[in-house]
T-cell receptor
Framework: QQQVKQSPQSLIVQKGGISIINCAYE??????FPWYQQFPGKGPALLIA?????SEKKEGRFTISFNKSAKQFSLHIMDSQPGDSATYFC???????????FGKGTRLSVIA | ETGVTQTPRHLVMGMTNKKSLKCEQH?????MYWYKQSAKKPLELMFV???????ENNSVPSRFSPECPNSSHLFLHLHTLQPEDSALYLC??????????????FGEGSRLTVL
């Protein structure tokens, strides 16, 4: 119940295309869903986050879509660029003093 | 310096060695974390400290021993490790213990290889 299942494990997208990464969870008590981006040799960094009271959040080319009934959320990267090539992690947390639970990560490669 | 700094960046040690990983945060945060990152696995939370007090130990073997002398510094002492402990060890900090409400700021990690 504490797991967050992320797919796909790896993704190759053409430059200018849309990258889509999906995550699913079981615990309906989760109330915070961030996405972290990690470049090689660096630590993960917060990219965008959403709470279940909204179905979508957009920041520039990055959009989180949240489906509460399906217990799924996804990251969409519009107009994908080679500079977006990185590993992306979804995560979730419960209310109160509980740390984040991370997915296994998706390695995105954007090719020209 | 800014952000979260980890040293050393790379470490190779034998199974009988004793070494330590160091983390320092310059963000004024009160919570610090150790995560283990292995290939094809989720980030594994190891330890959480809030205001220097350990608030979470995620069933980590005793060969890993954390130390938090103040809110800005965090150590991970290593002894008699196993080859399967080879991984990237990430330190993070946040304002507030719960990384969910407060953004987690990660260091660049210490790549550990156990021979």
């Amino acid at each position: 119940q504490q797991q967050v299942k992320q797919s796909p494990q790896s993704l190759i997208v053409q430059k200018g295309g849309i990258s889509i990464i999906n995550c699913a969870y079981e615990n309906t008590a989760f109330d915070y869903f961030p996405w972290y981006q990690q470049f090689p040799g660096k630590g993960p960094a917060l990219l965008i986050a959403i709470r279940p009271d909204v179905s979508e959040k957009k920041e520039g080319r990055f959009t989180i879509s949240f489906n509460k009934s399906a217990k799924q959320f996804s990251l969409h990267i519009m107009d994908s660029q080679p500079g977006d090539s990185a590993t992306y992690f979804c995560a979730a947390s419960l209310p109160g003093n509980t740390p984040l639970v991370f997915g296994k990560g998706t390695r995105l490669s954007v090719i020209a | 310096e800014t952000g979260v700094t980890q040293t050393p960046r790379h470490l190779v040690m034998g199974m009988t060695n004793k070494k330590s990983l160091k983390c320092e945060q310059h963000l004024g945060h009160n919570a610090m974390y150790w995560y283990k990152q292995s290939a094809k696995k989720p980030l594994e939370l190891m330890f959480v400290y809030n205001f220097k007090e350990q608030t979470e130990n995620n069933s980590v073997p005793s060969r890993f021993s954390p130390e938090c002398p103040n809110s800005s510094h965090l150590f991970l002492h290593l002894h008699t490790l196993q080859p399967e402990d080879s991984a990237l060890y990430l330190c993070a900090s946040s304002q507030g213990e719960r990384g969910g409400t407060g953004e987690l700021f990660f260091g660049e990690g210490s790549r550990l290889t156990v021979l």
